[in-house]
């Protein structure tokens, strides 16, 4: 079974300020890794993924993570934020070969941008 | 290519009434996922689904809960005699054929409220 943990429920950050999402997860097999975005009463949106590969991983809106197989994390960075990326992060895990369960979610990381 | 379709948005049930919950993949995606976020958690599983096959279901409630993908048309989560308890948004994601869980693409969700 996978599991995922955001350590943090909520983050503020002073806009251009750069800022780190952490995620931690624990499976026994291999995974796949992804960050979405969700805006207030919105669907989530894919930000990036890792499935094989470089371990740092660059996707949309200037956001990157690095995948740490060692300690098990998929931390989500970004240099400089701006007040349109508050919104709700979702680090998920999901197992390659197919397992049917699809995507397992941490809580989620509020991202609270400061003027 | 329009995306994963939810409807409807918002939808508000009586307790003991019934809740109908339908979900258009994108064109082409055969794969279906049902996800209930509730208030300050993140998504959790609910219902995998193909065309006219429930794959897993491990993630729904025994009772009350029913999900299918018709050959035709799109896929219904269906809460049958709904409690105060089953308010929380729905999400529904997409996937293409052959690459299970390495990207799921979500609709806008339904949220529901039981009054």
């Known amino acids: 079974a996978q599991s995922v943990t955001q350590l943090d429920s909520q983050v503020p950050v002073f806009e251009e300020a750069p800022v780190e999402l952490r995620c931690n997860y624990s499976?026994?097999?291999?995974?796949?890794l992804f960050w979405y975005v969700q805006y207030p009463n919105q669907g989530l949106q894919l930000l990036l993924k890792?499935?094989?590969?470089?371990?740092l991983v660059k996707g949309i809106n200037g956001f990157e993570a690095e995948f740490n197989k060692s300690q098990t994390s998929f931390h989500l960075r970004k240099p400089s934020v701006h007040i349109s990326d508050t919104a709700e992060y979702f680090c998920?895990?999901?197992?390659?070969?197919?397992?049917?369960?699809?995507?397992?979610f941490g809580k989620g990381t509020h991202l609270i941008i400061q003027p | 290519n329009a995306g994963v379709m939810q409807n409807p948005r918002h939808l508000v049930r009586r307790r003991g009434q019934e809740a109908r919950l339908r979900c258009s993949p994108m064109?082409?995606?055969?794969?279906v996922y049902w996800y209930r976020q509730l208030p300050e958690e993140g998504l959790k599983f609910m219902v995998y689904?193909?065309?006219?096959?429930?794959?897993?279901e491990s993630g729904m409630p025994k009772e009350r809960f029913s999900a299918e993908f018709p050959k035709e048309g799109p896929s219904i989560l269906r809460i049958q005699q709904v409690v105060r308890g089953d308010s929380a948004a729905y999400f529904c994601?997409?996937?293409?054929?052959?690459?299970?869980?390495?990207?799921?693409?979500f609709g806008q969700g339904t949220r529901l409220t039981v009054v």
């Open positions: 890792y499935l094989s590969g470089s371990t």
């Open positions: 994601a997409s996937s293409p054929p052959g690459v299970m869980n390495t990207e799921a693409f």
């Open positions: 998920a895990v999901s197992e390659p070969g197919g397992g049917a369960d699809g995507l397992t």
């Open positions: 064109k082409g995606h055969s794969h």
């Open positions: 689904l193909q065309k006219e096959n429930i794959i897993d």
């Open positions: 499976s026994s097999v291999s995974v796949y």
